[in-house]
């Protein structure tokens, strides 16, 4: 394979697609993170009645016909939905495109769950005869269901994939699209990530047998990361899908660009299966500077991942402190507080959240934190009033889930 030039090695966002809690694309998701605008409220789950989460409110008839819906899945439609605005956002016509050269890398925390509740929920009704079991049921659960099923929707015949990362998903949706640019597999790639958790009843039943289910009489105010009166974490749905390309060919076609990834890593904290580890956050956060070539000084805006849990929160705070507590230019804040846990989403919808900064220097702060836990105490954290700052050249996203993994995200404002 030919040396590539240097633009080439380049990669860049040039279209941005969501479903969030409090808003179906860039423009109104950011105007509700300035705003301070919650997106949580009341929601039925079976067997448990009303409990608290993050449900999207989008048109899933604007890219799926009825009969389309009814045979796919929930975090196919939210992905559809995602991967459409994403490339209308760039102004690419996609029949000009050559649909074989486009990939899907979409990040999830789990799949299939959702569709075998339902299913066993339909059969009980009929003694759990399974002759009334869904002749849908195998294409709906298979792994690579969201991806597979924006394939079908787009005509797009290059390679597809769901990732499965637990809550790093987003961030690791976004890092596979960029790998496989880097690899010339593709020449566009859709990448990110999607939850359809909020369907699952057994998704709030572990996290409430787990005592880390997020309660309050306020439905608003319930998602506190870092405060001291937090109790968990509120279940999201939503997605983010962002389109990539190399920068020779986004600046080909005069495309609109958000910003370049300039770093990222992934690891592994191989010590329990819910609890994380500070050293390995730490390692995960220096793989990712050192692939930018730049040091902690140099980042201006850092996105947590705090998910309002007694034990996550202070580890996270404990690492930031580490890598940048010397370096107090730093802003910080957290998008969970408004939108909950959008899980395999979340560090792509996070991501997204933050880009607009690049363009307008403020910093969308954490809402909800009255009172600050005094183990998770930060150099400039953004506390529930946006900030206005004179300078955002790199922001850093951080994306950490179950079984250990961790993921980090370093973007940079574009410059040739």
């Known amino acids: 394979m030919a040396a590539r030039k240097p633009n080439e090695a380049r990669i860049v ?28 409220q009341k929601f039925n789950v079976r067997y448990m009645g ?48 050559d649909k074989s050269r486009i990939g899907v890398y979409l990040g999830i925390t789990e799949h299939g769950t959702v569709e075998t509740e339902n299913e066993i929920y339909e059969i009980k009704q009929f003694d759990y005869d399974v002759k009334y079991w869904s002749h849908h049921h195998n294409p709906r659960v298979v792994a690579n269901n969201p991806a597979g099923e924006v394939t079908l929707n787009m005509g797009i015949t290059g390679p597809h994939y769901t990732l499965g990362a637990a809550c790093a998903g987003g961030n690791i949706g976004l890092t596979q699209g960029l790998q496989m640019l880097l690899l010339n597999e593709v020449d566009l790639a859709l990448g990110g990530g999607v939850s359809e958790s909020t369907g699952s009843f057994g998704i709030f039943a572990g996290f409430k047998s787990e005592g880390a289910l997020a309660s309050h009489p306020d439905p608003e105010r319930a998602c506190r990361p870092f405060d001291k009166d937090r109790n968990g974490v509120v279940v999201s749905e939503g997605g983010c899908t962002f389109v990539l390309e190399r920068l020779s060919d986004a600046l080909k076609r005069g495309a609109k660009i958000y910003s370049e990834i300039v770093g990222y890593s992934i690891n592994s904290d191989a010590t329990d299966f ?24 140099d980042i201006d805006i850092i996105n947590t991942h705090g998910t309002g849990t007694i034990e996550g929160d202070p580890v ?3 690492a930031i402190r580490e890598l940048f507590g010397e370096y107090p230019h730093a802003y910080i804040n957290n998008t969970k507080s408004f939108i909950g846990h959008t899980m395999g989403a979340a560090g792509a919808l996070e991501l997204a959240g933050n880009l607009p ?32 700052i004179d300078k955002v050249d790199y922001i850093l996203n951080n994306s950490f889930g179950m079984l250990g993994i961790n993921s980090v995200v370093i973007v940079k404002r574009f410059k040739e």
């Open 316 to 318: 996270e705070c404990q």
């Open 50 to 97: 009303d409990v608290l989460a993050g449900i999207c409110h989008f048109d899933p008839l604007k890219y799926q016909k009825k009969k389309e819906l009814r045979r796919g899945t929930r975090a196919g439609s939210i992905a559809i939905y995602c991967a459409q605005e994403a490339i209308a956002d760039t102004k690419l016509d996609l029949a000009c495109l």
């Open 13 to 40: 966002i040039t279209g941005i697609g969501l479903a969030a809690p409090n808003g179906n694309n860039l423009t109104e998701f950011r105007k509700s993170l300035l705003a301070g605008k919650s997106g949580i």
């Open 357 to 388: 900064s690049f363009e307008d220097y403020i910093v969308h702060p954490t809402i909800n934190l009255d009172h600050l836990d005094p183990e998770c105490p930060l150099n400039n954290l953004v506390i529930n009033e946006p900030k206005k």
């Open 274 to 297: 819910i609890f994380p580890d500070k050293e390995r956050q730490i390692q995960c956060i220096k793989l990712a500077l050192n692939k930018a070539g730049i040091s902690p000084e």
